[in-house]
């Protein structure tokens, strides 16, 4: 059974960090993209950033340049290192895994989901 945890979430002021990590179990992702999305109260799921199996990464416009996604296959780990938060990032963050190796931005391409973790940015 596969299972994505993830953890790191919490309550940080603008400008702060937080680090979310996400554990993978019960088969590895090592050949294939892995990614983080969010979803805010009201609205839809969004993408955040994914990171190939060649560590290619892409990012969405509004986290560019503050966000930083990094994998650890030998852990079959992910994570994301987020900087310079503002209180529009406030959302629950999930961890997602495709069983492409070329995934985008589209939920649908992912299969795997964790639980999601809060993230929540005061002003």
């Known amino acids: 059974q596969v299972q994505l945890v993830e953890s790191g979430g919490g309550l940080v002021q603008a400008g702060g960090s937080l680090r979310l990590s996400c554990a993978a179990s019960?088969?590895?992702?090592?050949?294939?993209?892995m990614g983080w999305f969010r979803q805010a109260p009201g609205k839809e799921r969004e993408f955040v950033a994914r990171i190939r199996w060649n560590l290619n990464t892409y990012y969405a416009d509004s986290v560019k340049g503050r966000f930083t996604i990094s994998r650890d296959n030998a852990k079959n780990t992910l994570s994301l290192q987020m900087n310079s938060l503002k209180p529009e990032d406030t959302a629950v963050y999930y961890c997602?895994?495709?069983?492409?190796?070329?995934?985008?931005?589209?939920?649908?391409?992912?299969?795997?989901w964790g639980q999601g973790t809060q993230v929540t940015v005061s002003s």
């Open positions: 997602a895994a495709s069983l492409r190796s070329q995934a985008t931005v589209f939920p649908s391409h992912y299969n795997y």
């Open positions: 019960g088969r590895t992702f090592s050949d294939n993209t």
